[in-house]
């Protein structure tokens, strides 16, 4: 078994993208919207799993209320 990605919501992306581009030396892979979930999400790869940083792009997301109620942090380990 492995961890395949980690997934953190943050309040900005581009926030979030350059400090984690900063901490890991390297920049994202993959960036894409996911309008039915109403997220944009921003995909590294650290060794064989990932990190998915996600930022709602609509009030009423699971994103949005995952950050109203908990603030930034990790949402999920898939």
Known sequence: ????HLGIA???LSNSDDLFSRL????????E?????GVTTSFY????SKIEL????N???PIAKFLDKK????????
């Open 54 to 57: 996600l930022e709602a792009t």
């Open 71 to 78: 603030g930034e942090g990790i949402h999920h380990i898939a």
């Open 24 to 31: 890991l030396g390297k920049s994202n892979y993959k960036q």
């Open 10 to 12: 943050v309040k900005s």
């Open 1 to 4: 078994m492995k961890i395949e």
């Open 59 to 61: 009030p009423e997301s």
């Open 45 to 48: 790869e650290i060794g064989e």
């Open 33 to 37: 919207s996911v309008e039915r979930e």
